[in-house]
């Protein structure tokens, strides 16, 4: 039987972009309880109690800490969820967005 040999595919370009990243960055302020800010990091963003007094003695320190990198949807959607959490205990916890690179 003849071997059919088929002609080579033109190279085809894929160009796949890596999604864009957006920081949350937790913003210290005077009023919201040490205890607040962790149980807020805890339940928001999912971490552990260590991490998340890790977390907030930076932002408490510094004056600000990223908290977790997102796509920018997903990003300012937890950013919402903490100020939320915060706010429902009376607190003013703040939260921003940033775009990484
Ligand atoms: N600075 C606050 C206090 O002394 C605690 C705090 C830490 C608040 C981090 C917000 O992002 C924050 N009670």
Redesign the pocket.
């Known amino acids: 039987m003849d071997e059919v040999v088929a002609p080579p595919r033109p190279k085809q370009e894929t160009r796949t972009e890596r999604p864009r990243l957006w920081k949350v960055i937790?913003?210290?302020?005077?009023?919201?309880?040490?205890e607040?800010?962790v149980r807020v990091l805890q339940s928001v963003f999912r971490m552990t109690e260590g991490e998340a007094l890790g977390v907030?003695?930076t932002?408490?320190r510094r004056g600000?800490?990223v908290v977790a990198v997102f796509t920018k949807e997903i990003a300012e959607t937890k950013a919402q969820a903490g100020l939320e959490a915060g706010r429902k205990l009376g607190y003013p916890?703040?939260f921003t967005t940033e775009r990484e690179s």
């Open positions: 937790l913003l210290n302020d005077d009023y919201t309880p040490r607040v800010v907030m003695l932002a408490h600000a800490c916890l703040a």
